[in-house]
């Protein structure tokens, strides 16, 4: 079985150690990530903006990349949900639209990889904080991830797992949107850190680096000190201190 890395642009370029706590955590479990070095962006800001045809480049790029995967994990519902789209990027072209189609079937958020196809909730982590969470809106609305990073964190030993007030609010971010629309995404994320501050939690956890970077980039301009994780960084960090 070969289980592939999609890292992303975030996480590559701003985030590494989301992507090394992935490759340890799993490793436990004997899954030995592959990394192809030719991978590249998701193609997600420029088929938003409209420009499919740049998109479409940077779509084959991938698809090519993982050709031979049995399974492509990422630490991104953005950038997962990116593959979804995949097939109508390449409607009018019936040999990609069927590569297309197998990418976005073995495809996985880091989470629903360890709990549906590993069967693991469990993993064994201690993390004595009072936490959040942050649930992103492409991995619940367009992935459908909502129960499985409950079920992970439910099983943290010595966590105290906190609501987050009016949670599946946007954080403001949206890609491109925050570009477009600067003002009204300062003005999410400033509501969604004020939520954050009101459960009073350490650590601010989510599963996309996107958000999470938006929202903590507010509460650090506040001068707040609240935490902000990739779940995969506080499962592996509480592994490692049990």
Not at 100 to 124: C, I, M, N, R, W
């Amino acid at each position: 079985m070969k289980v592939s890395l999609f890292i992303t642009c975030l996480s590559d370029a701003f985030y590494p150690n989301v992507g090394e706590s992935m490759v340890r955590l799993l490793a436990r479990y004997g899954v030995r990530l592959d990394f192809p070095p030719v991978q590249t962006c998701c193609g997600q800001p420029a088929y938003n903006s409209g420009y499919w045809d740049d998109a479409r480049k940077t779509a084959a790029t991938i698809i090519e990349a993982f050709d031979e995967s049995d399974f492509v994990i990422s630490p991104s519902g953005s950038c997962t949900g990116m593959i979804h789209h995949y097939p109508k990027l390449f409607e009018h072209d019936p040999v990609m639209r069927v590569k297309a189609e197998q990418l976005q079937a073995k495809s996985y958020e880091f989470t629903q990889f360890l709990v549906h196809v590993l069967g693991v909730t469990d993993v064994g982590a201690t993390f004595p904080h009072k936490v959040t969470y942050h649930p992103s809106c492409h991995g619940s609305r367009l992935l459908g991830v909502k129960d499985e990073p409950l079920a992970l964190m439910q099983q943290v030993k010595d966590m105290e797992l906190v609501p987050l007030p009016f949670a599946e609010d946007c954080c403001g971010f949206g890609g491109t949107f925050a570009v477009k629309m600067a003002n009204i995404s300062g003005a999410m994320v400033t509501e969604k850190a004020d939520h954050v501050l009101e459960s009073e939690a350490e650590v601010l956890v989510g599963l996309d680096m996107a958000c999470l970077m938006n929202i903590a980039g507010n509460l650090r301009y506040r001068n707040k000190p609240v935490r902000v994780m990739h779940l995969a960084e506080l499962l592996y960090e509480g592994v490692e201190r049990a």
